[in-house]
């Protein structure tokens, strides 16, 4: 059974960092794309960063220079550290496995991440 566990959010002061951490069973991340997306109230989902099994990484624009997406192969493991945070960061955020752009797992509960002075 295919399961993505995310986990590391918490609050945080703007200008503070967090590492969020998704840890995978029943799937390897070493051969697939892995994204980091995120939800706010309100808003849809967006994609926040991403790693190819190439380990190519992709941020969108208002994470770039902020955020860094990692993996463990080792831990199946795939982190987002994010720096220099911001309120407009806030928002739930979901891990989940890609291969041809098809999500291969069901997505997780996420974990929350509020940035609030």
């Known amino acids: 059974q295919v399961q993505l566990v995310e986990s590391g959010g918490g609050l945080v002061q703007p200008g503070g960092s967090l590492r969020l951490s998704c840890a995978a069973s029943?799937?390897?991340?070493?051969?697939?794309?892995i994204s980091w997306y995120r939800q706010a109230p309100g808003k849809q989902r967006e994609l926040v960063a991403s790693?190819?099994?190439?380990?190519?990484?992709n941020y969108a624009d208002s994470v770039k220079g902020r955020f860094t997406i990692s993996r463990d192969n080792a831990k199946n493991t795939v982190y987002l550290q994010m720096n220099s945070l911001k309120p407009e960061d806030t928002a739930v955020y979901y891990c989940?496995?890609?291969?041809?752009?098809?999500?291969?797992?069901?997505w997780g509960q996420g974990t929350q991440v509020t940035v609030s002075s």
């Open positions: 989940n496995v890609f291969r041809y752009g098809v999500s291969l797992a069901p």
């Open positions: 029943g799937i390897s991340f070493s051969a697939n794309v």
């Open positions: 790693m190819t099994s190439g380990s190519t990484t």
